[in-house]
């Protein structure tokens, strides 16, 4: 009931084309979702994030989609660069207290050029 | 804002010896702090999680006698890896929780430990 699970395991997308990398959990107790993008040999940094009061959420060429009823959420990368190039993970916790972030299992994801 | 920092970024060390490893929130009090494990191509495995004041709580299966967390500061956690064994090598990250506006978690850049 812990995990969240990601999907795809790897990804490659054509530059200027869209990246959707898609997550599930099963605790509905989780109510902080938040997407993070890791290059090679460095530490996450949060991308993204969303709250289960809305729908989706945009910033900038990144969107969170969040389906509540079918416990699902999503990331599109809009334009996709080779920059993007990264491993994407999504996460999620409760917002209150100092709560675990339960990750899920990553996806590489590769633009070409 | 929001800026975590680690240091060493990577150390080398013989089998046996201890290693500490300082994480820093920079520009936020964090009255909780994480260190977490990755190994090449896998996900963050969370190890425990610091209060600051108190002893921190360990994950299922993480020995605490041979990692020692202390976070004696609301800026400052440090993991120290005790007799340090080859399978000890691990990339090694900690992040900092905020409280407000939302307790959104900062990562640091990590530090690449390498057990000889």
């Known amino acids: 009931q812990q995990q969240v699970k990601q999907s795809p395991q790897s990804l490659i997308v054509q530059k200027g084309g869209i990246s959707i990398i898609n997550c599930a959990y099963e605790?509905?107790?989780?109510?902080?979702f938040p997407w993070y993008q890791q290059f090679p040999g460095k530490g996450p940094a949060l991308l993204i994030a969303?709250?289960?009061?809305?729908s989706e959420k945009k910033e900038g060429r990144f969107t969170i989609s969040f389906n509540k009823s079918a416990k699902q959420f999503s990331l599109h990368i809009m334009d996709s660069q080779p920059g993007d190039s990264a491993t994407y993970f999504c996460?999620?916790?409760?917002?209150?207290?100092?709560?675990?972030?339960?990750f899920g299992q990553g996806t590489r994801l590769t633009i070409n050029p | 804002g929001a800026v975590v920092s680690q240091h060493p970024s990577r150390v080398i060390c013989k089998s046996g010896t201890s290693v500490k490893i300082e994480c820093r929130s920079l520009?936020?009090?964090?009255?909780?702090m994480f260190w977490y494990r990755q190994f090449p191509k896998q996900s963050l495995m969370l190890m425990a999680t610091?209060?600051?004041?108190?002893?921190?709580?360990?994950e299922q299966g993480v020995e605490k006698d041979k990692f020692l967390i202390n976070h004696a500061s609301l800026t400052l956690s440090t993991l120290t890896v005790t007799s340090a064994h080859p399978e000890d090598s691990s990339f090694y990250i900690c992040?900092?929780?905020?409280?407000?506006?939302?307790?959104?978690?900062?990562f640091g850049p990590g530090t690449r430990l390498t057990v000889l």
């Open positions: 992040s900092a929780q905020n409280s407000v506006p939302y307790n959104e978690q900062f």
């Open positions: 605790n509905t107790a989780f109510d902080y």
């Open positions: 969303i709250r289960p009061d809305v």
């Open positions: 996460a999620a916790s409760r917002k209150q207290g100092a709560q675990k972030l339960v």
């Open positions: 520009d936020f009090q964090a009255t909780t």
């Open positions: 610091s209060n600051e004041g108190s002893k921190a709580t360990y």
